[in-house]
């Protein structure tokens, strides 16, 4: 096989930050956690689901560029479109392909999924067409990762189960938290400090429903992420810091770690993939922009 030439791979690279392919791990991630808590089954279903949510992530990063362009073109000329390296009608073009070919790989699983699908696919849709425009814009953001994650329990063998939707909650809370901080950095005045504790959810949650033999596990998992979390604040809130970026590329990254304790850690299979999933994401981060 040859290699790539160089017009070719720049044209990948541009896909890959259209995409926002670093982000991808986390993606598989939220479909693990949920997949586990609703019952598993069989790898198969598995590998569709993760196919599924990659082209609707991976239509839904596209298409936010495709809304954006008229702000990028004045604000941030470095992004893909505004810079030329790729032209406004094929990013729309690929983006609703990756959107329509997700929801068609997705439906397979039944009616439930296909509805949850449904629900997710809007939540895309409407965060990237307005989110510029509103305040409450994480929120919608925190519905997607919350409908992604109830779709893929409800691809699983027991369905949706109580504790996949209070996790599910938890996720999105984070998830609304770590968008306030990144909006922050194009806020004007001082930071707020509120979104914060929306990062601590999940550990909330996890103190409540883990007991018994869980509860060591439970706590040495959610002393990691709260480390976790603390570390990647300090670029943002520690005095003399302010670098909002490489904040909210670690929270996402922190994402993982949310899922993984959402399964109490689960058994040492699970535990070393959700490890290797991790360091994919921060892997992947140093050659592809996370926002």
């Given at each position: 096989m040859e290699p790539l030439d160089p017009s070719s791979r720049s044209y990948l690279r541009t896909l890959l930050v259209l995409g926002r392919a670093s982000n991808l791990p986390t993606v598989w991630s939220n479909c693990l956690a949920g997949w586990y808590l609703g019952g598993g089954g069989y790898m198969s279903g598995f590998i569709l689901l993760c196919l599924g949510a990659t082209c609707l992530y991976t239509g839904g990063m596209f298409l936010n560029d495709a809304f954006d362009v008229e702000f990028d073109r004045q604000h941030r000329s470095e992004r893909p479109i505004p810079s030329g390296a790729i032209s406004l009608g094929e990013v729309w073009g690929f983006g609703v392909g990756w959107l329509v070919l997700g929801a068609v790989l997705l439906a397979f699983f039944g009616w439930p999924t296909a509805i949850l699908t449904g629900l997710l696919v809007v939540s895309i849709l409407v965060y990237d067409a307005v989110h510029k425009a509103i305040a409450f814009s994480p929120f919608l953001m925190a519905l997607c990762r919350f409908f992604l994650f109830l779709t893929a329990a409800s691809a699983s063998d027991e369905g949706v189960t109580g504790l996949a939707v209070w996790s599910s909650l938890a996720l999105a809370l984070y998830i609304v938290g770590l968008s306030y901080v990144a909006k922050s950095e194009s806020a004007r005045g001082p930071l707020r400090y509120w979104p914060c504790l929306l990062l601590a959810a999940p550990l909330l949650l996890a103190y409540l429903v883990n007991q018994g033999e869980y509860k060591p596990r439970s706590l040495m998992l959610s002393a990691l992420l709260l480390f976790w979390i603390l570390r990647n604040l300090r670029f943002t809130?520690?005095?003399?810091?302010?670098?909002?970026?490489?904040?909210?590329?670690?929270?996402?990254?922190?994402?993982?770690?949310?899922?993984?304790?959402?399964?109490?850690?689960?058994?040492?299979?699970?535990l070393l993939i959700f490890t290797v999933l991790f360091a994919a994401t921060l892997v992947f981060q140093r050659f592809v922009p996370a926002t």
């Open positions: 809130y520690w005095p003399g810091k302010r670098n909002i970026p490489r904040t909210v590329s670690g929270l996402l990254a922190g994402i993982v770690l949310v899922d993984l304790l959402a399964l109490a850690g689960g058994d040492i299979f699970m």
